[in-house]
C-alpha cells in the first residue's frame, strides 16, 4: 500500500514549509537531494550523509539499469538494502541521461533514437542496444524499490525552435498519460510524479503545467531547466508554478545553485536536486556563505583556519585549509571526501536555514541577506 502524503505546513509570501511522508520516513520541505548516481553519493557513506544531515538521496535509473542491472538489484532486497541507506529514495526516469549521452561526440554519432511511443538508445558502456517505453521505466523503478519515481520524458535544451519543443512537448504528454495510466493499473507502492516541459518557451511551459497537472500525480516536477541560463530558469519558474497544484509537492530537476534554489523557493519549489555540490568538491571548489572558494589555489597554502569559521561539518571541526589544500594539491582521495562532506553539509545548513527563516515569516529578509554576502 502506498504510504505517500504531502503536507502544506506554512507559506511565507509564495515560500512553502512542508513535510513529505513517505515509507523510508519523512522529508522537511524545502529539501535539497544529494545525487547518488550509481547507488552512492561519490566518496561517502550512508553514516557520514546521515550526520551530514541528507534526508533522501537521488538515484540514476539509467546507469542502475545498465550496471548493476534493476534485476539484481530487486533480488538483493532493492535499493535500500543494496546501498546500505534506510531513508527516503528518488528516482529519475533515467530520460535525461538517454538524451545527454545519446551522442558518441568521437564518432559524431547518434546512440539514441526517439519514437512516438518509445525510445531506442545504445549503451555508452558497451554499445548495447535497449528500449525505454513509459511503462518499463516504471517497472525499473518498482524493482528498484523506490520510494519516489518519475516518469519518462524527453529532455531538450534550450536552443531548439518552437516547433520542435512543441513537438517534444506533445510526446512527454502522451508517455505522461500512459505512465498515470499504468500507475493507476499497477496500484505502485512508490509515489509517481509527473514532469513538465516546453523549452524556454512560455506558451509550452503553461500549456504542459497544465496538462501535466491535471493528470494527478503524487507530485509534480519542472524539468529541462538544467542547461538554460538563470535568466530563463527564473522566467519558466515564474510561468510555470502557478499553474501546479499547491497541495502537492513541486520539484525543480537538476538546479543546484544556492542563489538558484533561493530563487526557485521564493517562486514555491520545494524539492531540489544537482551533482553541482560533489562535482565542484572534487575540483577543490567549496561553498560557504561568502561564496565559493578553490582550496586549490596558492593563498591556502598556509591558512591556519578552517574552510568556513561556524560550519559544524566534519571538515571544518577538525582540519586547517591548509591541510585539505595540501590532501588536494597530492591527489589524496582525503581532500576530496573532505571538500565534498564540506558541500553538501553546506546543502544541508542552507536549506535548514531557509526553512526557518519561512516558518519565522522571514524569508525575504534572509535571502537578500545571503545572496548579498555570498555574491561578495
Given at each position: ?10 507559506e ?27 547507488a ?57 541521461q538517454?538524451?545527454s ?41 518498482d ?14 535544451s ?58 494527478d500525480?503524487?507530485g509534480?516536477a ?5 542547461v ?45 536536486d ?15 556563505y561568502?561564496?565559493?572558494?578553490n582550496l ?46 564540506h ?20 524569508f525575504?529578509t ?11
Amino acid at each position: 500500500m502506498k504510504k505517500f502524503k504531502f503536507e502544506l505546513k506554512k507559506e511565507d509570501g509564495k515560500a512553502r514549509l512542508g513535510k513529505i511522508t513517505t515509507a523510508h520516513g519523512e522529508i522537511d520541505t524545502p529539501v535539497f537531494m544529494p545525487c547518488g548516481t550509481r547507488a552512492t553519493v561519490k566518496t561517502t557513506n550512508p553514516e557520514e550523509l546521515k550526520d551530514i544531515g541528507v534526508q533522501i538521496l537521488l538515484g540514476n535509473t539509467y546507469h542502475l539499469y545498465l550496471k548493476p542491472g534493476d534485476r539484481l538489484i530487486k533480488r538483493m532486497g532493492g535499493l535500500h538494502k543494496f546501498m546500505g541507506w534506510d531513508r527516503p529514495i528518488l528516482t529519475d526516469s533515467g530520460g535525461f541521461q538517454v538524451f545527454s549521452l545519446g551522442t558518441d561526440v568521437r564518432k559524431k554519432a547518434k546512440l539514441m533514437k526517439i519514437y512516438e511511443d518509445r525510445v531506442e538508445f545504445r549503451s555508452y558502456i558497451d554499445g548495447s542496444k535497449h528500449t525505454f517505453t513509459p511503462e518499463k521505466v516504471l517497472d525499473i523503478q518498482d524493482n528498484l524499490g523506490t520510494d519516489i519515481a518519475m516518469v519518462l520524458d524527453e529532455c531538450v535544451s534550450g536552443e531548439i525552435t518552437h516547433e520542435y519543443a512543441k513537438k517534444s512537448m506533445e510526446i512527454t504528454h502522451k508517455w505522461a498519460k500512459r505512465a498515470k495510466e499504468y500507475t493507476d493499473k499497477k496500484k505502485f507502492d512508490m509515489a509517481v510524479f509527473g514532469i513538465a516541459q516546453g523549452g524556454i518557451y512560455d506558451d509550452l511551459r503553461v500549456e504542459s503545467a497544465k496538462y501535466i497537472n491535471s493528470l494527478d500525480f503524487d507530485g509534480n516536477a519542472i524539468g529541462g531547466l538544467v542547461v538554460e541560463t538563470k535568466e530563463q530558469i527564473y522566467r519558466v519558474l515564474n510561468t510555470v508554478i502557478p499553474n501546479l497544484e499547491i497541495k502537492k509537492p513541486r520539484y525543480l530537476m537538476g538546479v543546484g545553485q544556492p542563489e538558484d534554489i533561493l530563487e526557485a523557493v521564493e517562486g514555491g519549489v520545494d524539492m531540489f536536486d544537482a551533482i553541482i555540490p560533489t562535482r565542484l568538491a572534487r575540483h577543490g571548489t567549496v561553498f560557504t556563505y561568502r561564496g565559493k572558494m578553490n582550496l586549490k589555489t596558492a593563498k591556502f597554502r598556509e591558512n591556519k583556519t578552517p574552510i568556513e569559521k561556524g560550519c559544524d561539518c566534519y571538515a571544518c571541526q577538525n582540519f586547517s585549509g591548509a591541510y585539505i589544500h595540501h590532501l588536494l594539491r597530492v591527489d589524496e582521495i582525503l581532500g576530496i571526501r573532505l571538500t565534498t562532506i564540506h558541500n553538501l553539509r553546506f546543502m544541508m545548513r542552507l536549506m535548514e536555514d531557509i526553512r526557518t527563516s519561512i516558518q519565522k515569516g522571514e524569508f525575504q529578509t534572509f535571502k537578500k541577506s545571503f545572496i548579498k554576502k555570498f555574491e561578495r
